[in-house]
């Protein structure tokens, strides 16, 4: 056993050693390079003096960088996550000028500009190199991944419990790749685009993939709403218009995602998929997880119980990460830049604007958001967590500009791969075995904008069927992207502005609003949902302006005579209660079409008119009432068609949903056809909640002070609600969670960063 220990630390000190080195030569060779940093006095030294001084130099920037920079980053978590990223080279420049100042007889000098070139070549090398050599020795790595695990044990009071080995129970990592369809990951793994994911699928012991089909609402809110509180209900699309209130609920808003969580809670009487030990990271909803980073509902809270920013230490607390973020962010940005400049220069169509912000809206999604989740991830699963839900948005993102078949989006792919097989790799070395399931919330069909192929947009289509003044410039039509909205809650800016789109200026103009393909009409002047004979008492030219125009393929609309009523081209009209797939304006949008408009007339804040754009079957594409060339929200093509990619050590989905279902329910599908996969979200929360507890048996909160069930006590909870499997007898006075957590000791805030940890 001594010699054993003898080994280790002898391989420690080895590895010590070699990162030393490999600073005190870059340090040498920048010294060189760069004319204002200096190493030797002015009367010049012999090579041995310098290289002693270098020696002496990347000490010291190594000592201050392992036992200072971790206290700097935690202090300054209060900063906006970005300030904080850009904070690093200052911060960073700083610890070497003082690492310098400790070098004898004041040999080392730098200007501030040069120094903080030379801390973050030194980090990032200094990183690499200590990566690459742990990495490479399979047996320092397992020891180091171990250390980590027994240091965060130690800091939450918890001593580690056989369960939670590598024989115990594994965890499970849901990761959600935004946007990707069921059909783009198959083709990105046959063509080799995707070689991790191909893997999985070859595996014959490895991966299933299966498509699900979402509901009307085929975007993020509702779908990830869905999947992880096991409600959508009364969301009809990604912004709508509620009258009582007179505001516009926007899903990648932090207030109304925390309003829309809490009525999932309130109406399914579960804290969500992730109450029982989980972490939630880049996602809209918490899932009643206690860890959570860039979790947009939650950046609505203020206050001592708002961790969403916590990861972000896991992640900064390794200056070499965070500089090679900042350095991708900029060759992103210009990669962006580049791009759309040759998609103008090839007068490429369908062509979107990609300038202002987008740039960086899109170098925010696709590098700031996927390292920081992605290390994230691999935090919790050295920590051993029980599940965890990961959603990377980038594809999403750039698919939208780019369109999703584009070679933009396609490089995407290629790098969320990249994180994927980091994830997988790590798994293989953490303290709990991991399953890993990879998903997506709703998948992206391609086309033209309506405006773009039509010459105005909906709001003017419907300004101009009211009889009132349609503006001769069409305006742009604001475009829904979570990205947007995170970029400014990590800047800390309000994301609560209503452009004049989505709020009239006067109460007799029409609301109108846009989720990808599906547009939202509402009346705020008329009580109640409007109907279709006061609509046309009202505007009489409008909804049938609206159902002939080519681009529009149907609109439901309440009746007073029929009930709901779908309105197509040609006269089409047809009472909800009579509607069938494959007949009608229904003909081309496939098998369920029918049964998600009908569950959304339902809801009590359905718009007064719906309009969902044409669909083309051959060529898969529909019209986006928003500026984006690959579109979701509405029915029609790929959008509608996400994936599971899954263990098949787990239950088939078709089955872990059967097992689920009331005594007597049907397994089969739409008008009795057997299903592929999960239709709904919700069947989806269904699925992966079953695959929960296989993993790890009942989800069963434990009991703490202050504490019912798995809730905070702190707001009024409704009567008899049951929270993760465990009933709560409540009344009047019984308070409901502002925050659902969980109740294991043994969750601690993420800790630290592991070096190259990036997708």
């Not at 984006?628 to 929200?633: A, D, E, K, M, N």
Request: charged residues 20%.
């Amino acid at each position: 056993m001594n010699d054993g220990r003898w080994r280790k630390a002898g391989g420690t000190l080895i590895r010590v050693i070699s990162v030393w080195a490999v600073s005190t030569l870059t340090m040498l060779a920048l010294a060189g390079i760069l004319p204002d940093f200096q190493l030797q006095a002015d009367d010049g030294d012999t090579v041995t003096r310098t290289a002693f001084t270098a020696a002496w130099g990347a000490g010291a920037f190594g000592l201050l960088s392992a036992l200072v920079w971790p206290v700097l980053v935690r202090a300054l978590l209060i900063v906006p996550a970005l300030v904080l990223g850009a904070l690093v080279f200052f911060l960073n420049g700083s610890l070497l000028l003082i690492a310098l100042r400790l070098i004898p007889d004041g040999r080392g000098d730098a200007n501030p500009e040069t120094a903080v070139v030379v801390a973050a070549v030194m980090s990032a090398v200094a990183s690499a190199t200590s990566t690459a050599l742990a990495v490479r020795d399979d047996d320092a790595y397992r020891r180091r991944l171990s250390r980590l695990a027994d240091r965060r044990r130690r800091r939450s009071g918890t001593p580690q419990t056989a369960d939670r080995g590598r024989n115990g129970p594994p965890g499970i990592v849901f990761l959600q790749l935004d946007g990707v369809g069921h059909d783009v990951l198959a083709q990105a793994a046959a063509d080799g685009l995707m070689p991790t994911v191909a893997g999985l699928l070859a595996d014959e012991a490895g991966h299933r993939l299966t498509p699900w089909t979402t509901d009307w609402s085929s975007q993020t809110g509702a779908s990830q709403l869905g999947i992880l509180h096991g409600s959508n209900h009364d969301v009809p699309a990604f912004r709508w218009f509620e009258k009582e209130t007179g505001t516009v609920m926007v899903s990648s808003r932090p207030a109304s995602a925390l309003e829309l969580q809490r009525r999932a809670i309130a109406r399914t009487h579960d804290g969500g998929l992730l109450t029982v030990d989980g972490a939630s990271r880049g996602n809209l909803f918490s899932g009643g997880a206690d860890q959570l980073a860039l979790v947009l509902s939650m950046a609505a809270r203020r206050g001592k119980g708002r961790r969403s920013r916590a990861g972000y230490f896991a992640y900064f607390s390794d200056p070499a990460n965070a500089v090679r973020t900042a350095l991708s962010f900029v060759a992103e940005v210009g990669r962006e830049m580049g791009q759309s400049v040759r998609a103008r220069v090839r007068k490429e169509s369908p062509r979107v604007k990609r300038g202002g912000l987008y740039p960086f809206i899109r170098a925010f999604a696709t590098v700031v958001e996927r390292d920081v989740v992605v290390s994230a991830v691999i935090g919790d699963m050295f920590a051993g967590r029980t599940a965890v839900y990961a959603d990377l948005v980038a594809y999403d993102e750039v698919a939208h500009h780019s369109g999703p078949h584009s070679r933009d989006a396609e490089k995407v792919l290629t790098r969320l791969d990249r994180s994927l097989g980091l994830i997988l790799k790590v798994a293989d070395h953490t303290p709990r075995a991991y399953r890993i399931v990879l998903l997506s919330d709703h998948g992206q069909s391609p086309g033209e904008t309506f405006a773009g192929r039509y010459g105005l947009t909906l709001k003017d289509l419907v300004r101009a069927g009211c009889g009132l003044p349609v503006p001769r410039r069409a305006q742009r039509t604001r475009s829904a992207s979570e990205a947007r909205d995170a970029v400014r809650i990590a800047l800390h800016r309000p994301v609560g502005g209503v452009s004049e789109a989505e709020h009239p200026a006067k109460p007799s103009d029409p609301v109108v609003l846009a989720s990808g393909n599906l547009g939202l009409l509402s009346f705020p002047d008329i009580e109640g949902r409007a109907t279709r004979e006061q609509l046309d008492r009202r505007y009489p030219a409008l909804l049938g302006t609206l159902a002939a125009h080519p681009g529009i393929g149907f609109l439901l609309v309440k009746s007073q005579k029929h009930g709901s009523v779908v309105l197509g081209p040609g006269g089409a009209e047809i009472p909800l209660a009579e509607l069938r797939d494959g007949e009608g304006p229904m003909a081309v949008f496939g098998p369920g079409a029918a049964d998600a408009v009908r569950r959304t007339d339902g809801f009590p804040h359905v718009a007064d008119v719906m309009v969902n754009s044409m669909y083309d079957p051959e060529t898969g594409r529909v019209h986006a009432f928003e500026e984006q060339i690959g579109s979701h929200g509405g029915l029609g093509g790929e959008q509608s068609r996400p994936f599971l990619l899954w263990p098949r050590t787990l239950t088939d989905p078709l089955d872990a949903m059967a097992a689920d279902l009331p005594p007597g329910t049907s397994e089969a599908g739409p008008a009795g056809i057997p299903q592929a996969g999960p239709v709904g979200a919700e069947a989806v929360h269904r699925v992966l909640a079953r695959w929960l507890r296989e993993l790890s048996g009942p989800q069963v909160p434990l009991q703490q002070e202050g504490f019912t069930g798995a809730v905070r006590v702190d707001e009024p909870f409704p009567e008899g609600v049951a929270v993760a499997g465990t009933s709560v007898s409540a009344s009047a006075d019984v308070p409901v969670p502002a925050e659902v957590v969980p109740l294991r000791a043994d969750a601690p805030d993420p800790g630290d960063a592991v070096p190259g940890a990036r997708g």
